[in-house]
């Protein structure tokens, strides 16, 4: 792919993205691009700013390393701008470009596709900044970065999007399947049973509306290293007597917090209240992401004493 020039409008935006860096505590300045562009001229634009990008695709970062400018491939398809903004930033700590805890400021297309035309400043406060590169890799690393992306993703469609204008929460339960069904039973019907495997993918496009449609329904979906929903409607049993939470948090985000401190899986819980998905680990909150209705945060949560013994994914916050 041939690349682009730094036009006028866009040297303009780079100009005033520095600028935004330098006078704030920022780090690096981000771009989301379809195509690759001159990249000695997009180093000279930032001046001295660390430049990151992402794309979709290889070849519209190609050349951009051998630049010395670091690059992330997103492989995300027709997936919206601000969602992709999100597994850019994600990969990008990921691959240790970013640091957890850094402040950035990205430059993308809010409006008109493949017309640069947004900044956003995006800060991965405290809670994020506690997480290692290393943490971030072995998260992936037990639950496939490809799968654990469309399970976020959907999370993040839910909580932005609701359900016919009513708030939805809800809850998926990701990896180690075999022993995430020893902790779980049926809250009543089970909506995917008898479909075969490739009609329960969360890869793919049908299937993601369909879940979108039984997310209301009370309990969890229990969803597999493959990124296969196993099953739906599963109320979570596991004690959270040892578990410390976010203050305000319901019995869905501490059913969450329980099956990963007695499981290796990964929880994704949406708020219904708010639409905030929240990734848990080992017991604890290791991401929270605020919908893009509203402007993206990142946020440390504020610790509560444990609650009682029992634990259930009833649809309360």
């Not at 493949?114 to 900044?119: K, N, T």
């Not at 995006?122 to 290692?132: C, D, F, N, S, W």
């Not at 479909?195 to 009370?218: F, H, N, Q, T």
């Not at 959270?240 to 007695?262: D, E, N, P, Y």
Request: proline fraction near 4%.
């Amino acid at each position: 792919m041939k690349a682009g020039r730094l036009d006028t409008h866009l040297a303009g935006l780079v100009k005033m993205a520095r600028q935004w860096v330098e006078s704030s505590d920022a780090d690096s300045l981000l771009l989301l691009l379809d195509e690759p562009l001159d990249w000695p001229a997009l180093a000279e634009a930032a001046s001295g700013v660390k430049v990151v990008v992402a794309s979709d695709t290889r070849d519209a970062i190609e050349g951009a390393a051998a630049a010395g400018i670091p690059s992330v491939v997103l492989e995300m398809g027709n997936e919206a701008e601000v969602e992709k903004l999100t597994q850019a930033l994600l990969l990008a700590v990921a691959n240790e470009v970013l640091l957890p805890g850094a402040a950035v400021v990205a430059i993308y297309s809010a409006f008109e596709t493949g017309r640069m035309d947004s900044l956003s400043y995006i800060h991965l406060e405290e809670h994020l900044g506690r997480l290692t590169a290393r943490d971030l890799k072995r998260l992936v690393t037990n639950v496939p970065l490809e799968v654990l992306k469309s399970v976020v993703d959907l999370a993040i469609e839910i909580g932005r999007e609701g359900r016919e204008g009513t708030p939805v929460g809800t809850l998926f339960v990701v990896g180690d399947t075999r022993r995430v069904l020893t902790h779980v039973h049926p809250a009543g019907f089970d909506p995917v049973k008898g479909y075969s495997r490739k009609e329960r993918s969360v890869r793919d496009g049908k299937v993601r509306e369909a879940l979108k449609e039984i997310a209301p329904l009370d309990g969890a979906f229990i969803v597999s290293a493959d990124g296969v929903v196993e099953k739906a409607c599963q109320l979570i049993d596991a004690g959270h007597a040892s578990l410390t939470l976010s203050k305000g948090l319901g019995s869905r985000h501490w059913a969450a917090a329980a099956i990963t401190k007695v499981t290796s899986a990964v929880s994704v819980a949406v708020s219904q209240s708010n639409g905030t998905v929240r990734l848990f680990q080992n017991g604890e909150v290791v991401l929270r992401i605020e919908p893009f209705r509203r402007a993206m945060k990142w946020k440390a949560p504020e610790i509560d004493p444990p609650m009682g013994e029992s634990s259930t994914s009833k649809r309360d916050d």
